[in-house]
């Protein structure tokens, strides 16, 4: 009888196993139907084939100022804050990208707090990834470097020396809007800042605002990248985008 039962068993465990299998391929889960590019990795730091250069260290012709031609240095390869001159825009308008920048808080250290290396990249020109010396210097946490500002902490403080070159790697998803205006999906970011990931797939709660709580307004489905001058001489470089 024993012997029995664990013959049924048997017999019940490899119909379970293979009976639903016997039916299928393997080839039936395979997906041919939509072939990626190719796209050609940048070597040493480089952009990839595929990326739109928004600065290579020659000149602003990519950028526009607040009132015309952006005022900002250029000088060795990079671009750098002249306070005052305003915050400089994209010509190109973009909505879902992945984003290189690196950036570099100046190596003699000037003020503490949010007066120290403070810059920012606004993703749709509403968004922004929070640039600053963060590097022993203490500010409210949701508005140090890689900070969602306002609205998220970085998981970590990833932060080199001032007068040392960073990176950021940031991927956005941008919000959508319903015929009538209203949210229908929120945005997102996800930060890498020198090679570790800071943000992840953060939900944003709206437009960054200094004082109060953010909410959504429609805005257009594509718009200028900006970069912010905050009064300090915060220096770029090497800035490329790819749209998603
Ligand atoms: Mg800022």
Not at 33 to 52: E, F, L, M, Y
Not at 169 to 197: A, M, Q, R, W
Not at 213 to 239: A, C, M, W
Request: hydrophobic letters at 30%; glycine letters at 10%.
């Amino acid at each position: 009888m024993k012997q029995n039962n664990s013959l049924i068993c048997s017999i019940i465990l490899l119909f379970l196993f293979t009976g639903p299998l016997a039916s299928q391929e393997p080839e039936e889960t395979e997906d041919w139907s939509g072939r990626p590019d190719i796209v050609t990795p940048g070597k040493r730091n480089h952009p990839p084939s595929d990326a739109i250069i928004l600065f290579d260290g020659n000149d602003l012709s990519a950028w526009s100022g607040e009132n015309g031609e952006p005022e900002w240095k250029v000088f060795g390869r990079s671009m750098t804050v002249v306070g005052g001159t305003g915050s400089i825009e994209t010509k190109q308008r973009f909505g879902d990208v992945q984003l290189h920048i690196e950036w570099r808080a100046p190596r003699k250290v000037i003020g503490e707090g949010q007066e120290r290396g403070n810059s920012g990249i606004f993703l749709m020109d509403l968004y922004e990834v929070q640039v600053l010396d963060s590097y022993n210097n203490e500010t409210y946490y949701n508005g140090q470097a890689g900070s969602i500002y306002k609205q998220h902490i970085p998981l970590v403080n990833a932060c080199f020396k001032p007068g040392e070159w960073q990176t950021y790697d940031i991927i956005f998803t941008s919000p959508t809007f319903n015929e009538d205006s209203t949210l229908k999906s929120p945005g997102y970011l996800t930060v890498i800042h020198n090679g570790i990931l800071i943000q992840n797939h953060v939900e944003l709660k709206g437009p960054t605002v200094y004082i109060g709580q953010p909410s959504y307004k429609f805005h257009d489905e594509k718009l200028p990248l900006t970069l912010q001058d905050h009064g300090n001489p915060v220096s770029y470089r090497n800035i490329w985008i790819r749209e998603l």
